[in-house]
């Protein structure tokens, strides 16, 4: 066979590989570098800092619905571990109920036990 190419006649085999970066709109085309939204600054929390293991009972739903997000987001989202995504989600509860009933200002920490349990509620 000569080395020439004949172009008459089809190439078999994978198409040529396109050329160029994918569209802004592909899936993964966030993922290249140059096209992802950087996230802002994050604060990060001083790895000597104190922390306390905590027990709650929540809803399986809510549960497992929360676990999904984590696990399909946190390489996005900075989350290194499943407890860093619970303080996370934590933080920016606390955060927004002292903007809405505390005019931003943190409350005092609290040392003390939570009462366990159901609230009673009020007859």
Do not use: C
């Not at 922390?51 to 989350?79: C, F, H, Q, W």
């Not at 619970?86 to 931003?104: D, L, S, Y």
């Amino acid at each position: 066979m000569s080395a020439e190419q004949n172009t008459s006649r089809p190439a078999l085999g994978l198409p040529p590989r396109p050329s160029g970066a994918p569209a802004a709109d592909a899936p993964l085309a966030r993922m290249l570098s140059g096209r992802r939204k950087e996230a802002p600054a994050k604060k990060e929390e001083p790895k000597d800092a104190k922390t306390e293991n905590m027990t709650v009972s929540i809803p399986t739903a809510l549960r497992s619905r929360a676990k999904a997000a984590y696990k399909a987001t946190s390489y996005a989202e900075g989350d290194n571990t499943w407890a860093h995504f619970v303080a996370k989600a934590i933080e920016a509860e606390t955060r927004r109920r002292e903007a809405e009933h505390n005019q931003g200002e943190m409350y005092p920490a609290w040392g003390e036990k939570l009462p366990g349990g159901r609230r009673l509620k009020d007859s």
